[in-house]
């Protein structure tokens, strides 16, 4: 086993333990949490390591990134996930590799996003990003839609050919009300998606909760957990 094999499976194996002990928490069973692992700005040979260590989910946030990477991964088996505020120049590049794409905030990208997975012959998987440091009609600081849009944006989504509406997504908001209450917020979240349920009873994803903060998710009902630093070590600065 080289020594970055080694190391990615002890890291692995601790957020594993952390995720089944925040499941033995709340009494839920560990399969109802799946693992998405970040892997901005590693290279594809740690994704490869991934991969062979069981990982089989994996999320990006730069297409410029991304692209290139999942192209050399194309043997794997890896569901792609994109979760980065998406341009709508770099759609047609998103839907050539990603499965789900976790940050749809606006009509436009819905469009886009349709336009695209119907020309590559593709049904890709849709989480409306929701910003809960955004007043009820603004756009969060990090991106996303306020809460007072996911209904209008929801149906959008669930109209839209080639696309499919799978839940929704958020990251802990570092202003606003929620500032420094992770828990609280993810529990907003919770609110949220039992409302859109109603409406899209499929759209049972939840996608919340990251290296510092995932046992806050795991308590309040995420059932996809984002974990990036825990899993690949402190990130390179980007130069």
């Not at 991964?73 to 792609?80: G, Q, T, V, Y």
């Not at 049972?204 to 995420?222: C, I, K, W, Y």
Request: charged fraction near 25%; hydrophobic fraction near 45%; proline fraction near 3%.
């Amino acid at each position: 086993m080289t020594d970055r094999k080694t190391e990615l499976a002890a890291n692995l194996a601790k957020v594993e333990e952390r995720i089944t002990a925040a499941c033995v928490a709340a009494g839920r069973k560990r399969e109802e949490v799946t693992l998405i692992v970040v892997t901005k700005t590693y290279p594809a040979s740690d994704v490869r390591i991934l991969s062979e260590l069981g990982v089989r989910h994996v999320a990006e946030n730069r297409d410029q990134d991304a692209a290139p990477k999942a192209t050399a991964c194309s043997d794997l088996p890896l569901k792609w996930h994109f979760v980065g505020q998406l341009q709508t120049n770099k759609v047609r590049s998103v839907v050539g590799y990603a499965d789900v794409v976790q940050s749809v905030d606006r009509a436009r990208l819905v469009t886009a996003l349709s336009k695209e997975a119907v020309r590559a012959g593709r049904e890709i998987g849709c989480l409306i990003q929701v910003a809960l440091d955004a007043g009820e009609s603004a756009r969060g600081e990090r991106g996303g839609v306020a809460p007072g849009g996911i209904e209008e944006l929801a149906d959008r989504v669930g109209q839209a050919p080639g696309l499919r509406l799978d839940g929704l997504m958020t990251v802990a908001p570092l202003t606003g009300e929620y500032a420094g209450r992770e828990r609280a917020a993810f529990d907003r979240l919770m609110d949220l998606s039992t409302d859109l349920r109603r409406a899209h009873p499929a759209a049972t994803m939840v996608s919340a909760g990251m290296s510092a903060d995932l046992e806050q998710a795991v308590a309040a009902g995420a059932t996809h957990v984002r974990v990036g630093t825990a899993v690949l070590g402190v990130r390179p600065r980007l130069g």
